[in-house]
């Protein structure tokens, strides 16, 4: 987890080949930010193929805290399975997604 130079939202990488970190690792960097008060950031799904429950729980709750707090969380997703998932859920209506960070950042 990287917080961005001179910007005022974290930057939460996840991506890589193969599955997105386990939820207890997301688990606790995302109380991090939240012991800061970071309450605007951007999970970096870039190159995540798969996703588990548990790691979309975890980032379902940190977004309920986000909006709470008048933040935000993104998501960069660039895999059409983890896209796919996530309108099956429903959860593409719960965060904002886009395709790279580049333009996840340009709306903070």
């Given at each position: 987890?990287?917080?961005?130079?001179?910007?005022?939202?974290?930057?939460i990488p996840l991506g890589g080949p193969g599955k997105a970190g386990s939820a207890l690792d997301l688990d606790d960097q995302l109380s991090a930010l939240t012991a800061a008060a970071q309450y605007k950031a951007i999970a970096d799904l870039t190159g995540v193929s798969h996703i588990s429950s548990s790691v979309l729980g975890v980032l379902a709750r940190f977004a309920e805290e986000c909006r709470r707090q008048h933040g935000e969380l993104r998501l960069v997703v660039?895999?059409?399975g983890v896209t796919n998932l996530l309108q099956v859920t429903?959860?593409?209506?719960?965060?904002?997604?886009?395709?790279?960070?580049?333009?996840?950042e340009e709306d903070f």
């Open positions: 987890m990287k917080s961005a130079p001179r910007k005022p939202y974290a930057v660039t895999e059409a429903m959860l593409d209506k719960v965060f904002e997604i886009y395709s790279s960070l580049e333009e996840a």
